[in-house]
């Protein structure tokens, strides 16, 4: 909770220094989305060895809906450059019932007994994206994202309780596009995903906007969250949808 609230203190700084210089650069742009989140995957062995047992948090927890939110701030450095902060939390707990025994972080947790589930995954971004094409329908920015994963997997059973925290940095490569339709209707997509080796992070949205003048955009559309790691520590691969609406204010 602290880190969101510095966050958002940040971005109210921000915009409010830049409305006190009296300059029209540079520009910001503050975007708030939020909607349903649901997971059709998320599979987990910690660690990943014989010693523990592979299992579903969708069988425990569900697979949802449950609220998501994420926020932007975008500084235009000029008509080509772009930096943006994100910071996307979720924290799901739930209670299940496990059809067979789990041995998770050297704990046993019992078949057939109540078992709460903790699932975070917060993420924190800083983009820089450059746009390189400007045609007179679309419009392709491309860039490459710092991100910061703060993580947890937690399972409690009454006195037994095991938990996982993993806190780490990715480099994602990012691209986005914007469509003009017809009057003030678009279509835009944008991405952060990388591959390779033990995991993979993909985070993608496609949605309609429309243009409410210079300053205020609406739009509505689909967003996924996918990857993980098979590594020593730990085996763990979600896969999350959300139905998203947003906001986006320009300054």
Do not use: C
């Amino acid at each position: 909770m602290k880190t969101r609230l510095h966050f958002v203190a940040a971005a109210i700084a921000v915009l409010a220094t830049n409305a006190a210089s009296g300059q029209s650069a540079p520009r910001f742009t503050l975007e708030v989305e939020g909607g349903p989140l649901w997971q059709t995957r998320n599979d987990v062995r910690i660690p990943n060895n014989a010693s523990a047992t592979a299992f579903s948090l969708v069988d425990l927890a569900g697979r949802g809906p449950w609220t998501a939110w994420r926020a932007y701030v975008t500084w235009s450095i000029d008509d080509r450059r772009e930096l943006r902060l994100l910071a996307a939390p979720l924290s799901v707990t739930e209670t299940g019932v496990p059809d067979q025994l789990i041995l998770f972080g050297g704990a046993s947790f019992a078949p057939s007994l109540p078992t709460t589930v903790t699932y975070k995954f917060n993420s924190f971004r800083l983009t820089y994206r450059w746009r390189f094409h400007h045609g007179t329908r679309w419009t392709w920015r491309v860039g490459g994202t710092a991100k910061v994963r703060d993580a947890k997997i937690a399972l409690r059973q009454g006195v037994t309780a095991a938990e996982k925290i993993d806190v780490g940095f990715v480099p994602l490569l990012h691209i986005a596009g914007d469509a003009r339709l017809a009057g003030p209707w678009r279509f835009t997509v944008d991405t952060d995903a990388l591959g390779g080796g033990p995991g993979r992070a993909i985070d993608a949205s496609l949605k309609l906007a429309y243009d409410a003048g210079d300053r205020w955009r609406f739009a509505a559309g689909y967003r996924t969250v996918e990857g993980g790691a098979d590594v020593d520590p730990v085996f763990a691969f979600a896969w999350l949808h959300s139905a998203v609406l947003s906001v986006a204010k320009r300054f």
